[in-house]
């Protein structure tokens, strides 16, 4: 892209920005604009070029796709509301523009993004193993026993920079990043940048991932998982909680 055009999409980017963006983020993006001191989650300060929601590995830069579907879909709990009403231009001239505020975006290039394999069927086989593995990466520990975000290092966690984090409940749907199951894929695959969830794509096969995201899907209310297109068998809505009690007594039977 010639140098003009570069200059004249940031400048645009920035009219975008300080009138949709800074009163949360800041007119520097340091996430201290005046609408921060409001927001229970506070914003993300742009200067470190560390984002949660990529499609790119740990440690990564986000592509500009990533950063758009944020814009797009908002991060649910948040202060990050969607900005569908940018058009396309705008959106793509705010992303230069906030990315000017780290020195990460001029000296690296983003990595190719994770590939998510095709997801298995819904089925309460699928769903046990999901549970099995639930307990082998040890998911309780932050998550708790049921999804519910109430695991005893719940309470201690925090993110970057030294701020509560409230750990997801994967009983009340949807979750921060979107509605699809493949976004849960990614964000299980290379982790939330900036927070104590790491990226298990090097701990599990993407099979093993899949297995994971229906269990967490199963513990949904079932008007969500109709929502995904996905058919319900009688008894279905509750599988998951039926397969976590039966580990539960299971366990204390030991």
Avoid at 68 to 97: C, F, K, N, P
Wanted: hydrophobic share 30%.
């Amino acid at each position: 892209m010639p140098a003009q055009d570069s200059t004249t999409l940031v400048r645009e980017g920035k009219r975008v920005y300080l009138a949709n963006c800074a009163v949360c983020h800041g007119e520097s993006g340091d996430g201290e604009g005046p609408g921060a001191a409001q927001l229970a989650v506070k914003p993300r300060d742009l200067r470190t070029g560390t984002f949660k929601f990529r499609s790119t590995p740990s440690g990564s830069l986000p592509r500009n796709e990533d950063l758009e579907a944020t814009l797009v879909h908002g991060v649910r709990g948040t202060g990050m509301v969607s900005q569908r009403h940018l058009s396309q231009a705008e959106r793509q001239a705010v992303i230069a523009y906030l990315k000017t505020f780290s020195d990460r975006f001029a000296t690296e290039q983003p990595q190719a993004s994770v590939q998510v394999s095709a997801p298995p069927p819904l089925t309460s086989a699928v769903i046990a193993r999901g549970r099995r593995i639930y307990e082998k990466a040890q998911c309780a520990e932050c998550h708790g026993e049921g999804g519910r975000g109430d695991g005893p290092s719940a309470p201690t966690m925090k993110d970057d920079r030294g701020l509560p984090i409230a750990v997801p409940d994967f009983t009340r749907w949807p979750l921060k990043r979107a509605y699809e199951p493949q976004a849960l894929f990614m964000t299980i695959a290379t982790g939330l940048s900036g927070t104590p969830m790491p990226s298990y794509s090097d701990a599990l096969e993407p099979d093993e991932i899949w297995a994971l995201v229906r269990y967490l899907e199963s513990l949904a209310p079932p008007h969500h998982r109709r929502s995904l297109g996905q058919q319900l068998m009688p008894g279905d809505e509750t599988i998951g909680h039926k397969i976590e009690e039966d580990a539960r007594r299971a366990s204390k039977s030991q």
